[in-house]
Nanobody, 120 residues
Framework: QVQLVESGGGLVQSGGSLRLSCAASGSIFSINTMGWHRQAPGKQRELVAV???????YYADSVKGRFTISRDNAKNTVYLQMNSLKPEDTAVYYC??????????????WGQGTQVTVSS
């Protein structure tokens, strides 16, 4: 069984910074892609940033230059450093991993979500 646990959300003023973490645990053979998505009230969930197994990254245009995604393979953890935060970054942030478990097929796994609120 695989579980993702997120941490690091909170309330911050516009222009501030937060760092999110998401750690996977359980019966894991390998982790392919690690990423972050977010969902604001009344909006669809959107991709924020992704890092693959060789370290290549992708960012949504809305966060380029402000957010940095990184991964620590030894800890099965992904981070999202968020700088120069704006009120429009307010959302619930979810991590998503593509994991091959010890038994079974590769699949998507989601974290429980962490609230990020940016005040103006």
């Amino acid at each position: 069984q695989v579980q993702l646990v997120e941490s690091g959300g909170g309330l911050v003023q516009s222009g501030g910074s937060l760092r999110l973490s998401c750690a996977a645990s359980g019966s894991i053979f390998s982790i392919n892609t690690m990423g972050w998505h977010r969902q604001a009230p009344g909006k669809q969930r959107e991709l924020v940033a992704v890092v693959n197994s060789v370290g290549s990254t992708y960012y949504a245009d809305s966060v380029k230059g402000r957010f940095t995604i990184s991964r620590d393979n030894a800890k099965n953890t992904v981070y999202l450093q968020m700088n120069s935060l704006k009120p429009e970054d307010t959302a619930v942030y979810y991590c998503r991993f593509i994991i091959a478990p010890m038994s079974g097929r590769q699949d998507n796994y989601w974290g429980q979500g962490t609230q990020v609120t940016v005040s103006s």
